[in-house]
T-cell receptor
Framework: KAGVTQTPRYLIKTRGQQVTLSCSPISGHRSVSWYQQTPGQGLQFLFEYFSETQRNKGNFPGRFSGRQFSNSRSEMNVSTLELGDSALYLC?????????????FGPGTRLLVL | KQEVTQIPAALSVPEGENLVLNCSFTDSAIYNLQWFRQDPGKGLTSLLLIQSSQREQTSGRLNASLDKSSGRSTLYIAASQPGDSATYLCAALGDSNYQLIWGAGTKLIIKP
């Protein structure tokens, strides 16, 4: 069974631009969670989607948004990029989500904002 | 507010040694405690998940324990191998908001 895939793997943007990241979960998984990883703040929870609905949200500004499609694929969007948004963005999928079961992570998208 | 701490931040040991990684959390109201490893340039791999009602979980050479009353979890690695070199992260799932709060990780190097 194919693992979690994320595209693109690397991305360079400039301040003020917007970016969309994509995550394809393991087949059959309905939950997709997104995390931001930076050297200073470590790993932080962004949000979780389940059956096309945002089920949980971390403490990030509204510039960070996401959505989930009927095939469970998810996208994350960051608008008006800031230098501090440079990070590794990870998505994870699981059957029922909610953090109550094993999550399977993708390789991440490394975003650099100049 | 939940805070998760991992000590030490880095650890280097010779191959074959048994070792313990530590994770502490400030709020005992957790649903579970999870251990992951992260290899350079790769995502995270789930190692063990301990439910709040459990005391420990084992997988191969790995054993994780949980003591909610003291706010501590340990990951025991037996007979370490160079392939165990990675960053190990623990994360606590709050039992009300169901959000994982992560430690900063312990970077482990196993010397051949």
């Amino acid at each position: 069974k194919a693992g979690v895939t994320q595209t693109p793997r690397y991305l360079i943007k400039t301040r003020g631009q917007q970016v969309t990241l994509s995550c394809s979960p393991i087949s059959g998984h309905r939950s997709v969670s997104w995390y931001q990883q930076t050297p200073g703040q470590g790993l932080q929870f962004l949000f979780e989607y389940f059956s096309e609905t945002q089920r949980n949200k971390g403490n990030f500004p509204g510039r960070f948004s996401g959505r989930q499609f009927s095939n469970s694929r998810s996208e994350m969007n960051v608008s008006t990029l800031e230098l501090g948004d440079s990070a590794l963005y990870l998505c994870a999928s699981s059957w029922e989500g909610g953090g109550q079961e094993t999550q399977y992570f993708g390789p991440g998208t490394r975003l650099l904002v100049l | 507010k939940q805070e998760v701490t991992q000590i030490p931040a880095a650890l280097s040991v010779p191959e074959g040694e048994n070792l313990v990684l530590n994770c502490s959390f400030t709020d005992s109201a957790i649903y579970n405690l999870q251990w992951f490893r992260q290899d350079p340039g790769k995502g995270l791999t789930s190692l063990l998940l301990i439910q709040s009602s459990q005391r420990e979980q084992t997988s191969g050479r790995l054993n994780a324990s949980l003591d909610k009353s003291s706010g501590r979890s340990t990951l025991y690695i037996a007979a370490s191998q160079p392939g165990d070199s990675a960053t190990y992260l623990c994360a606590a799932l709050g039992d009300s908001n169901y959000q994982l709060i992560w430690g900063a990780g312990t970077k482990l190097i196993i010397k051949p």
